[in-house]
């Protein structure tokens, strides 16, 4: 008997694709109510007397006040049409440290469904490291550009200088024969003085010039290289770490900045780039090994 029983309810159980399909859609039920629920909460708060929206919460919608004000956050910076609201609650509560409009290609990019929490986060600080090492740069080459701008408005002056003091005649009085005005002397060395100024100040613009392409040689490598996180097929910290150096104008003076934390940290993502290089290497030889083989290969007839 009991087994016919179980062969019955065998036959009336649902295949599992749908009930696959059910749980996919519930779950993505979930984030748009935390966003219908925090737009409720807010209007509800509005509508409370100042120092009653605790009790309110505890009482009437059991509720924590941290819990209510994270679901109006969630309401106020996630649209109710946005892929996140696919995500667990802390998940998407982690991402709002993104800026909205990068959000979720951030959340795609990096496949933040298979991720913890904490790897989310952590992969926001790497992103936040980086876009700061970026901005330090960007800063760097503008203060070049606006040096080398000053040095040449100096140059400028000085040859002006320069150039007016070549002109100038001395003064002279004949009596009866030609003589060195009195301030002759004072004339020459102030353009000797002059000259050497204009000199000093071309060698500045130069030193200027230099530094300042160079800083913008290093902005545009560095923006060519693109966002850490969008680096295919490393893992977000080593990718993050392969940018932190390619960005940085010296390897040696850019670690030398770091703690011991972090240089750990950097030199597990070095050795994880290698076994990486190592394992893809290995794959590489594999298939031209294959091909070989396949090429040698023939029938007797």
């Known amino acids: 008997m009991n087994g016919m029983a179980a062969a019955q309810s065998a036959a009336m159980a649902r295949p ?3 009930i696959e399909a059910e749980i996919l859609a519930q779950k993505r039920t979930i984030g ?3 966003v219908i629920i925090g737009h409720a909460l ?3 708060k509005s509508q409370l007397v100042h120092g009653a929206w605790s009790a309110w919460l505890e009482e009437k919608v059991n509720f924590s006040q941290s819990t209510a004000e994270n679901y109006m956050r969630i309401a106020e910076q996630v649209s109710s049409e946005s892929a996140l609201l696919n995500l667990p609650y802390t998940k998407i509560l982690a991402l709002l440290s993104v800026p909205e409009d990068h959000r979720e290609q951030f959340a795609k990019d990096n496949q933040v469904e298979d991720k913890s929490v904490s790897e989310i986060k952590q992969l926001i600080r790497e992103r936040d490291a980086a876009r700061a090492e970026a901005a330090k740069w960007l800063n760097s080459a503008e203060e070049n550009a606006r040096k080398a701008t000053r040095a040449n408005a100096r140059a400028d002056q000085e040859r002006r200088r320069a150039d007016a003091l070549a002109s100038r005649e001395p003064d002279t009085v004949t009596i009866e024969k030609e003589v060195i005005p009195a301030d002759y002397e004072l004339i020459k060395n102030q353009l000797r003085c002059t000259r050497e100024m204009l000199a000093e100040a071309e060698r500045e613009l130069e030193e200027a010039g230099e ?4 800083a913008m040689e290093e902005l545009e490598a560095m923006k060519a ?8 097929p490393f893992c977000g910290s080593c990718a993050s770490f392969l940018n932190s150096v390619f960005s940085a104008p010296y390897a040696r003076e850019f670690f030398a900045t770091k703690n011991d934390d972090e240089l750990e ?3 597990n993502n070095v050795a994880l780039i290698l076994e990486w290089a190592k394992k893809t290497q290995d794959v590489i030889e594999d298939v031209r090994m294959d091909r070989t083989m396949g090429e040698r290969c023939f029938s007797i007839i």
């Open 225 to 232: 290289g693109g966002d850490p996180l969008d680096v295919v």
């Open 16 to 18: 599992l694709v749908e």
């Open 211 to 214: 530094e300042r392409d160079a």
């Open 265 to 267: 940290r950097y030199g």
């Open 32 to 34: 748009r109510s935390i």
């Open 42 to 44: 807010r209007e509800a």
